[in-house]
């Protein structure tokens, strides 16, 4: 019984050496690939934020934003002017010398006008707050294209045949000889149809 166990067991041995061999072949050559490739990285976040597009970019959000800001001011402004003219309606509500019919009317008016300038400023800050958040998104999207020509065009300079991304984001990349990286040649290349101009 123990004989029939081993030469089922070296029969099933037979039909897996063949693949076994491969396997172990396309590993040893694999191995020797990997060390012939060449790598580089690219810390894409310096990259973006050195880019002269996105630093345009970025400004004319920067003004979007402090003119939304400046409005949402006037706003505040004329719902504290509307805010004080009824308060001084509730005074006069107070003084039993004053006819309070015609008073109740303008303050029932007047309430419901600070309503709809209160409506009306957390619409349009919220209109606003997502328009610029929309835009800080669209940031990466609208430029990235641009990166990955210039990484292209880097790395066909250079010879690499990978690049990394470093970008402290990217948990994978933990330790990067510092002649590896081309963050600088990126943005060298990304930079020099601005200077240009």
Same mark, same amino acid.
């Given at each position: 019984?123990?004989?029939?166990?081993?030469?089922?067991?070296?029969?099933?041995?037979?039909?897996?050496?063949?693949?076994?061999?491969?396997?172990?072949?396309?590993?040893?050559?694999?191995?020797?690939?990997?060390?012939?490739?060449?790598?580089?990285?690219?810390?894409?976040?310096?990259?973006?934020?050195?880019?002269?597009?996105?630093?345009?970019?970025?400004?004319?959000?920067?003004?979007?934003?402090?003119?939304?800001?400046?409005?949402?001011?006037?706003?505040?402004?004329?719902?504290?002017?509307?805010?004080?003219?009824?308060?001084?309606?509730?005074?006069?509500?107070?003084?039993?010398?004053?006819?309070?019919?015609? $008073?109740?009317?303008?303050?029932?008016?007047?309430?419901? =006008? &600070?309503?709809? #300038?209160?409506?009306? @400023?957390?619409?349009? !800050?919220?209109?606003?707050?997502?328009?610029?958040?929309?835009?800080?998104?669209? $940031?990466?999207?609208?430029?990235?294209?641009?990166?990955? =020509? &210039?990484?292209? #065009?880097?790395?066909? @300079?250079?010879?690499? !045949?990978?690049?990394?991304?470093?970008?402290?984001?990217?948990?994978?990349?933990?330790?990067?000889?510092?002649?590896?990286?081309?963050?600088?040649?990126?943005?060298?290349?990304?930079?020099?149809?601005?200077?240009?101009?």
């Amino acid at each position: 019984m123990t004989t029939l166990l081993v030469i089922s067991i070296l029969e099933k041995m037979k039909k897996l050496l063949p693949q076994f061999l491969f396997s172990a072949t396309v590993i040893c050559l694999s191995s020797s690939m990997v060390q012939a490739q060449s790598i580089g990285v690219v810390n894409v976040q310096k990259v973006f934020d050195g880019y002269h597009k996105v630093k345009d970019a970025r400004e004319r959000l920067e003004k979007s934003r402090k003119i939304a800001n400046e409005e949402i001011g006037i706003f505040r402004e004329e719902l504290g002017s509307i805010v004080k003219e009824l308060k001084e309606t509730e005074e006069k509500l107070k003084n039993p010398n004053i006819d309070s019919s015609t $008073l109740r009317t303008k303050y029932q008016e007047q309430v419901k =006008k &600070a309503k709809e #300038k209160q409506d009306d @400023l957390i619409q349009y !800050d919220k209109r606003t707050k997502a328009t610029i958040s929309q835009r800080q998104r669209n $940031l990466l999207v609208e430029h990235i294209a641009d990166i990955r =020509k &210039a990484v292209d #065009k880097v790395s066909s @300079l250079k010879k690499l !045949d990978l690049v990394i991304n470093s970008s402290e984001t990217q948990l994978g990349v933990f330790y990067v000889k510092p002649t590896l990286d081309v963050t600088s040649d990126v943005i060298a290349v990304l930079n020099a149809s601005a200077q240009k101009k």
